[in-house]
C-alpha cells in the first residue's frame, strides 16, 4: 500500500461517518488526496494539508495535499478529516457550515476525537517517511531607511532603493531633506 492508497483508505472510511454523523447524504464523493506541498501563503508556513476546491480541477475533483513532512497515522488523520468534513458539506470556503459541521463532529485541529482514533488506530502505518527540510534564510531588505532631521518630524520615515537615493533623497514636509540612516 503506498501513500495515496493509505490516504484513499482513511477518506473511504472517514466520510461515511462524517456523512451519517452529519445526517447528509453518502453519495459518491469526488476527492483525491496525495502527499505533496500545500500551498503556502503569508504567515501560515506550517500547514499540514490543504484542501483545492473542485473548481480549480479539470476533473472537477477536490484535492487534499498532505505534506511531506507528516509521517504518524494519527497526525494525518488530524490534518486530513477536517478538510474532508469541508467535502462532505461542500462549504470550500469552510464559513459557517464548516464550522458548525466541526463541532457536531467533536473535530478541531488540536486533537481527534475518540471515533477518529479509532479510525487512524485501524489504519496500517502511514507509508511515508518525514522529510526535514532546512529553514531558508530570512530574505534581507533592500531599502533604505531615510527619516527627517529635525525634531519635529522625527516621525517622518520613508524608505527607498539604493537606485531612487541615487536620484537625491526625499524632501520632508517641514522642507529639509531627509538623512539616510544605514
Known amino acids: 500500500?503506498?501513500?495515496?492508497?493509505?490516504?484513499?483508505?482513511?477518506?473511504?472510511?472517514?466520510?461515511?461517518?462524517?456523512?451519517?454523523?452529519?445526517?447528509?447524504?453518502?453519495?459518491?464523493?469526488?476527492?483525491k488526496l496525495s502527499c505533496g506541498f500545500p500551498a503556502q501563503k503569508g504567515k501560515r508556513n506550517k500547514v499540514s494539508a490543504s484542501l483545492v476546491p473542485p473548481t480549480a480541477s479539470e476533473e472537477f475533483n477536490a484535492e487534499i495535499f498532505v505534506t511531506p513532512e507528516l509521517s504518524e497515522k494519527r497526525k494525518v488523520a488530524q490534518a486530513v478529516l477536517p478538510l474532508l468534513v469541508a467535502?462532505?458539506?461542500?462549504?470550500?470556503?469552510?464559513?459557517?457550515?464548516?464550522?458548525?459541521?466541526?463541532?457536531?463532529?467533536?473535530?478541531?485541529?488540536?486533537?481527534?476525537?475518540?471515533?477518529?482514533?479509532?479510525?487512524?488506530?485501524?489504519?496500517?502505518?502511514?507509508?511515508?517517511?518525514?522529510?526535514?527540510?532546512?529553514?531558508?534564510?530570512?530574505?534581507?531588505?533592500?531599502?533604505?531607511k531615510v527619516a527627517c532631521p529635525s525634531l519635529e518630524h522625527e516621525a517622518y520615515i520613508a524608505r527607498l532603493s539604493r537606485k531612487a537615493l541615487e536620484f537625491g533623497a526625499p524632501i520632508c514636509p517641514c522642507g529639509l531633506t531627509t538623512r539616510v540612516s544605514l
Open 1 to 31: 500500500m503506498n501513500r495515496e492508497q493509505w490516504l484513499k483508505t482513511l477518506a473511504d472510511t472517514a466520510v461515511p461517518r462524517i456523512s451519517s454523523s452529519l445526517e447528509l447524504s453518502t453519495e459518491e464523493l469526488s476527492v
Open 87 to 144: 467535502v462532505v458539506t461542500g462549504d470550500y470556503q469552510q464559513r459557517r457550515i464548516y464550522r458548525d459541521a466541526l463541532r457536531r463532529l467533536n473535530l478541531n485541529h488540536n486533537e481527534l476525537p475518540e471515533w477518529a482514533k479509532s479510525i487512524a488506530d485501524a489504519m496500517p502505518a502511514y507509508p511515508h517517511a518525514s522529510i526535514t527540510l532546512e529553514e531558508s534564510a530570512k530574505q534581507s531588505t533592500r531599502l533604505i
